[in-house]
């Protein structure tokens, strides 16, 4: 599968505790973003790379930080979880930096907090 | 700041009926908008972007500036179209996508 790919699909873990998620982009794709989506909202931004760069930030906590390796991939760590951190977390990529608008999803990490 | 709104977090309308989702946004610039997908199981993908002004699966969407709005419609519903749409605006420097918190759409047979 050459679409964008994250791990783990689910993670259980408890208030307190940090964790990563993973992100690989389409092969090709120099553009990542992160996403946020809690109970009842939409897709919140959180922030994008391009080439390794951040390029862009928004709604995204100081506990939480990301990158983008030299291969691309990107991973988002959230540290000092709280019970509202529970949310589905999108990777998407897109070939350059705000090209055509089209965003390829990943699958989703399910991050629950108890 | 950039706002998209989307007014109905359902819509259910039977197969064959036209149907319309409810898109507005807020962007003191010029925008560009999208509509992108979720069918189940499936991952979010886009559907349509007001600048080809394409028809994709009977969907059509058109940019109304007065109306701040980008509704998007299909003359006749079909069971296959069930699915969460969200609608999106492209702003900021880095041109990410600010997204509408979606509607879940139902054709009923």
């Known amino acids: 599968d050459s679409g964008v790919t994250q791990t783990p699909k689910h993670l259980i873990t408890a208030t307190g505790q940090r964790v990563t998620l993973r992100c690989s982009p389409r092969?090709?794709?120099?553009?990542v973003y992160w996403y946020q989506q809690s109970l009842d909202q939409g897709l919140q931004f959180l922030i994008q790379?391009?080439?390794?760069?951040?390029?862009a930030k928004g709604n995204i906590l100081e506990r939480f930080s990301a990158q983008q390796f030299p291969d691309l991939h990107s991973e988002l760590n959230l540290s000092s979880l709280e019970l509202g951190d529970s949310a589905l977390y999108f990777c998407?990529?897109?070939?350059?930096?705000?090209?055509?608008?089209?965003?390829?999803f990943g699958e989703g990490s399910r991050l629950t907090v108890l | 700041a950039q706002r998209v709104t989307q007014p109905e977090k359902l819509l259910s309308v039977f197969k064959g009926a036209p149907v319309e989702l409810k898109c507005n946004y807020s962007?003191?610039?010029?925008?560009?908008l999208f509509w992108y997908v979720q069918y189940s199981r499936q991952r979010l993908q886009l559907l349509l972007r007001?600048?080809s002004r394409e028809s994709i699966k009977g969907f059509t969407a058109d940019l109304n500036k007065g109306e701040t709005s980008f509704h998007l419609k299909k003359p006749f519903a079909q069971e296959e179209d069930s699915a969460m749409y969200y609608c999106?605006?492209?702003?900021?420097?880095?041109?990410?996508?600010?997204f509408g918190s979606g509607t879940q759409l139902t054709v009923l047979p």
């Open positions: 998407a990529s897109e070939k350059g930096g705000g090209g055509t608008g089209e965003l390829f």
């Open positions: 092969s090709g794709d120099l553009s």
């Open positions: 790379y391009y080439n390794g760069e951040e390029r």
């Open positions: 962007y003191s610039g010029s925008p560009e």
């Open positions: 007001h600048i």
């Open positions: 999106a605006l492209r702003s900021g420097s880095a041109r990410q996508l600010t």
